[in-house]
């Protein structure tokens, strides 16, 4: 199965309450980015972003934990951060393969909506694979190789991402 090697689902086991409460303070209390700032947001697609060794959240940090014991993916790392993405009605995210700086892939877990995310062709951006999710679903992308895009399905769509450390062999562990 092509999935597998650019991304894998997952359910995650932390309820979602306490996850869209934090969320919803982190919108509330700092600054977003918005379409004005990068390029691959849709007309009203914001993000908030924080560093996760700031986070005193237990719903947050046993998400971390689910996923770093279970998954074998290092979240915590001296620059990492989670970001929460909101997406309005009818915006997508274009086809594009995210810069390796600052994380080796990402895991990213739905709080409201249904978004549908594709593997795109690196030349040709035609989809080759596809993958749905909605609430408590995540992912886990290999975005730092593989060109992908997305959308929201259900006219708005809030998910919080978790960046994988730059150092990880995530080609590896995709292979694994």
């Known amino acids: 199965m ?5 991304c ?3 359910k995650s086991p932390v309820e ?5 409460v934090f969320a919803r303070k982190i919108m509330l209390t700092h600054n977003y ?3 004005s700032a990068y390029e691959l947001l849709g007309k009203n697609t914001k993000y908030w972003e924080v560093k996760l060794k700031n ?6 940090n046993n998400l971390v934990d689910y996923v770093e014991s279970i998954h074998n993916l290092p979240l915590r790392f001296e620059k990492s951060y989670v ?8 915006d997508e995210l274009p086809p594009h393969v995210d810069p390796s700086i600052s994380q080796s892939a990402s895991v990213v877990v739905g709080l409201i909506g249904k978004f549908e995310l594709y593997l795109n062709d690196s030349n040709t951006n035609e989809v080759i694979d596809t993958v749905s999710y909605i609430p ?14 997305g959308k929201c399905l259900d ?5 919080m991402l978790f960046s994988v450390d730059p150092t990880f062999n995530i080609q590896e562990w995709f292979n694994g």
């Open 136 to 149: 408590p679903e995540g992912i886990i992308l290999n975005n730092t190789v593989c060109k992908h895009s």
């Open 2 to 6: 092509i999935t597998a090697k650019w």
């Open 16 to 20: 979602l309450d306490p996850l869209l």
């Open 8 to 10: 894998r689902k997952f």
């Open 55 to 60: 986070v005193d959240n237990v719903a947050v």
């Open 83 to 90: 970001s929460i993405w909101e997406y309005g009605d009818g």
């Open 155 to 159: 006219n708005y769509r809030l998910g």
């Open 33 to 35: 980015v918005g379409k």
